[in-house]
């Protein structure tokens, strides 16, 4: 399975970004993790094949994930952002588990920047 982000970006506090992910086949849950400069990478938001979402307390309420089956995309609404979102956000695919940990899964891209001024 490869997936593949794109819509990254630079946005100023409170601005909104759409990242979006393409996995090259079906599997029963895709997620975002991400990474800042000297932390360990971190889960945001994970989806399942019937559309249970789970988000990390950072996310809550500012983040919303979704997925169209039928293509094999994965998106990540970004609204409220803040300078402590930025980092390198990585689609991941699953083909077990559709827990909020990196263990669960099994696929992972390259990553697309993320960067919040403030």
């Known amino acids: 399975v490869q997936v593949v982000e794109s819509g990254g970006g630079s946005v100023q506090t409170g601005g909104s970004l759409r990242l979006s992910c393409a996995a090259s086949?079906?599997?029963?849950?895709l997620g975002w993790f991400r990474q800042a400069p000297g932390k360990e990478r971190e889960a945001v938001a994970s989806?399942?094949?019937?559309?249970?979402?789970r988000y990390a307390d950072s996310a809550k309420d500012r983040f919303t994930i979704s997925r169209d089956m039928a293509k094999n995309t994965l998106s990540l609404e970004m609204n409220g952002l803040k300078p402590e979102d930025t980092a390198m956000y990585y689609c991941?695919?699953?083909?077990?588990?559709?827990?909020?940990?990196?263990?669960?899964?099994?696929?992972w891209g390259q990553g697309t920047q993320v960067t919040v001024s403030s």
């Open positions: 989806i399942d094949r019937i559309g249970i979402t």
């Open positions: 086949e079906y599997t029963y849950c």
């Open positions: 991941a695919a699953s083909t077990g588990y559709c827990y909020l940990d990196r263990d669960s899964f099994n696929y």
